[in-house]
């Protein structure tokens, strides 16, 4: 499975990106997909994540109500969606995917993506 993130980039404090996730190799319907960040300095934490069917999402306290993950199993895309930007949301963003279907055994990992949130 190769995952490739996408999306990142430079924008102001409460703007918007969507990131996405494409996926090769497997039909990932079945996979949990994740979505993690690094800051500078800073340990990886989890952001979001969706059960295979896209019904059952889980966020980070920090993000919650400000992002939204999703998932489009046709095309083997997930998304997230981070409205109200804030400068601590600068990172470096990775998709995750975990075959088990439920969040928690994060396999595979793609590049990252860099968020950029000035203020």
């Known amino acids: 499975v190769q995952l490739q993130a996408s999306g990142g980039g430079l924008v102001q404090a409460g703007g918007s990106l969507r990131l996405s996730c494409a996926a090769s190799?497997?039909?990932?319907?079945?996979?949990?997909m994740g979505w993690f960040r690094q800051a500078p300095g800073k340990e990886r934490e989890f952001v979001a994540a969706?059960?295979?069917?896209?019904?059952?999402?889980n966020y980070a306290d920090s993000v919650k109500g400000r992002f939204t993950i999703s998932r489009d199993n046709a095309k083997n895309m997930v998304y997230l969606q981070m409205n109200s930007l804030k400068p601590e949301d600068t990172a470096v963003y990775y998709c995750?995917?975990?075959?088990?279907?439920?969040?928690?055994?994060?396999?595979?990992w793609g590049q990252g993506t860099l968020v950029t949130v000035s203020s």
């Open positions: 995750a995917a975990d075959p088990t279907g439920a969040p928690g055994q994060w396999d595979y």
């Open positions: 190799g497997r039909t990932l319907s079945s996979y949990a």
């Open positions: 969706t059960r295979w069917s896209g019904v059952i999402t």
